[in-house]
């Protein structure tokens, strides 16, 4: 088996906010994400930015967010205690030409999954610094849509590997459907959860 593919995984999940209006501050998604190798998942959300692609003048929309800091299985009091960390204490990480904050998000639309229609590359890439000292995460997320027909984005979280470019990584890497079936990727909340919640 190739080593990419022996890599930790984490999942990486996130609906739509349906309280969202046009021109309002609210974020455009709020879901979870775990660092590769857990199931340790933290809450986060995503604002969404149209921007123009430079090369061909098309509209895109990328993503920008924040996570919480401690996981959600942690203890109340955990939880609680983590309001008061400081955000100063972990460094910025750099991703290419980006400097993430900690607990920063980024997102962008995938430019490699034209270069190859026949892989199931998927439909954006992004990072991730978890803060306090541990190394960056990569995303790749499919656009799906949930049980009730609103947009989401699934998929899953690893680690960078190095000399690798982002298009050998994604080829490197195990389709959503294997990740689904793998156990790493959720599929969303069970139907009876997905009652109460409203998704």
Known sequence: MDQTNQQPRGNFIAFINRDKKVGDKRPAFDGRIAIPGTEDERRHV???????????????????GEAGNVATSA???DQISSLAAQASDSPEAVVGNLNLAAGQIVMFPNGFKDE??????????????????EPIVRISAWAKKD???????????????PDKSEAQMQDAQTDLGQLVEQGVVSKGMPKKAAGRSGR
């Open 46 to 64: 995503l604002w969404a930015h149209e921007y123009t692609n430079p090369k061909t003048g098309e509209a895109l929309v990328m993503f920008n």
């Open 75 to 77: 203890s109340a009091l």
């Open 116 to 133: 190859a229609p026949e892989k199931d590359r998927p439909d954006y890439w992004g990072a991730y610094n978890p803060g306090n000292g």
């Open 147 to 161: 049980r009730s027909g609103h947009a989401m984005l699934t998929g899953a979280t690893s680690y960078p590997i």
